[in-house]
């Protein structure tokens, strides 16, 4: 695991305090043409703290870990390292390794037929006498896991592994260069639950392991939870940098946006009406208890609880995804609990699921085909689609929803960005004209200014009448943009606040309540049972 490190220095130390950062990045710009993609930006990463890097789409922070990574040169700037200048002229991506600096980008590199050590030392492994040092390989291989605090073999095929798993792979990946730099690109945008803790604890440890960790997310609350530091990017430029524990929430989206977050979120134009939702005693499985709410038309309610609550599990309840029973009204037709989705769908429900990637797109097909296939019966001549009412209305769609690719639809989903992505998902959907829309992390993993995109469409869909409800683990968001809100913990709704009544210190009380309620009904259960 030992090796030496590149002496191709520009100068001598620059610096000697202890204070000195691992990594320093000093008026770096960048220009593509006439195009300025970095103007100017500063940034220095201790040993042992994780630094955020935060900003919408295209402010700059995919170009700025490329230059950290020796995959492009900045037009202007200076990085140092451990107060050494680094020759940008010289530098590449094995060479930034060799200096200690590694970048785990949001798209996985792993083979998938390959072992976790194969993988690990891809074009860097061991060797004695000339020949492959299988041994040594799976045992640096463990060390690195076990480092890592993690149980996976080294032996193990990656394609058998979790999403979490091949993260954790990349991470070992990255450290296998004895990196003391590690820039994370959107590490957690496809994790949730278990495998998103399971993330955060191994950048803990990374932390303690005196790393300095670089953190790219569009997840506000998991940067406040986890990093030290933050650098915020707004059209290329830094618009704030400083401790976490200096911010605040709105603060930071404030710098990123350059307007307050209550103008981010549109407000209700028309009051509600009648319930276009209702439902009574449903009892959906994998849920505690019976479940009884509505949402009403022209109203969006949104439904917050903290990871294992059970909202996901009760949004597939209502769409006939998870059995179910009880009843479900939908402008006062009792409809039972649906047994499948497409009589959910048939009765005027919608739901945009939580993993846009795995179960609301096919990635490897155009947006055309996305979008419109929810309604194909729509295009249909005999046995065929007709392919011009299919562009037509794919057209349409990328119009109505500013969705950012060729107008006639024709590129793949997967070449899209999220926000944009999760557009195409919104266009499939709502050409089936629902009458209720269920929304699952509606904005995960989408920068902020897609986020107020959305946010402006499900306002507007409200307004014309249909009843929404929101589920997301951002409770600025569901305080935002909801009518109403809903609280889930341990499977069961314990409480509901108006639009006026619902702060954080609210919603936190009533999820604190709830799981004392349910911690003690099933004390007390166990102790009638004995």
Known sequence: ???????????????????????????????????????????????????????????????????????????????????????????????????????????????????????????REPRRYGLLDRRRMLADAADLLDRLGSSISPTAAVETLSVASFQIVEIAKALSVDADVVAMDEPSAVLSGAELEQLFDVVSVLRSQGVAVLYVSHRLDEVFSICDRYTVLKDGQVSGTGLIGDV???????????????????????????????????????????????????????????????????????????????????????????????AAMDAGVALLPEDRKKEGLALDKSVRWNASLNVLANF?????????????????????????TERDASAVASSLSGGNQQKVVLAKWLATRPKVLILDEPTRGIDVG???????????????????????????????????????????????????????????????????????AATQARVDES
Do not use: C
Not at 38 to 63: D, F
Not at 329 to 335: P, S, T, Y
């Open 248 to 342: 605040s929430h709105d603060e930071l989206v404030t710098m990123m946006v350059g307007r307050e977050v209550s103008q981010l979120f549109p407000v209700a134009s028309v009051p509600p009406g009648t319930p276009r939702l209702e439902v009574r005693d449903l009892r959906v499985a994998g849920l505690a208890g019976p479940v009884s709410f509505d949402v009403k038309e022209r109203e969006i309610v949104g439904l917050v609880g903290l990871n294992g609550a059970g909202r996901s599990t009760l949004a597939k309840g209502l769409f006939g995804a998870v059995p179910a029973r009880g009843d479900i009204l939908i402008d006062g037709v009792r409809r039972g609990a649906f047994s499948r989705s497409d």
């Open 1 to 123: 695991m030992n090796r030496e490190r590149s002496t191709r220095w520009d100068i001598t130390d620059t610096t000697n305090t202890t204070d000195m950062a691992t990594l320093e990045l000093d008026d770096i710009t960048k220009r593509y043409g006439p195009s300025l993609v970095l103007r100017g930006v500063s940034l220095a990463a201790r040993a042992g703290e994780v630094h955020a890097i935060v900003g919408e789409n295209g402010a700059g922070k995919s170009t700025l870990l490329k230059i950290m990574a020796g995959v492009t040169a900045p037009t202007s700037g200076t990085m140092t390292l451990r107060g050494k200048s680094v020759a940008f002229g010289r530098l590449d991506p094995e060479e930034a390794q060799r200096l200690g600096v590694s970048v785990v980008h949001q798209e996985f590199s792993l083979i998938p037929a390959m072992t976790v050590a194969e993988n690990v030392f891809l074009g």
């Open 380 to 404: 249909r001549r005999g046995w065929l689609i007709g392919a011009r009412e299919e562009k037509v209305f794919a057209a349409g769609a990328v119009d109505e929803f500013d969705i950012r």
């Open 450 to 520: 897609s986020k107020e995109q959305i946010y402006a469409i499900v306002r507007g869909l409200a307004d014309d009448g249909m009843a929404v409800l929101v589920i997301s683990s951002e409770l600025v968001e569901v305080l935002g943009l909801s009518d109403r809100v809903l609280v889930m913990a341990d499977g069961r709704i314990v409480g509901e606040l108006e639009r006026a009544e619902a702060t954080e210190e609210n919603v936190v009380r009533l999820f604190t309540e709830g799981h004392s309620r349910a911690v003690a």
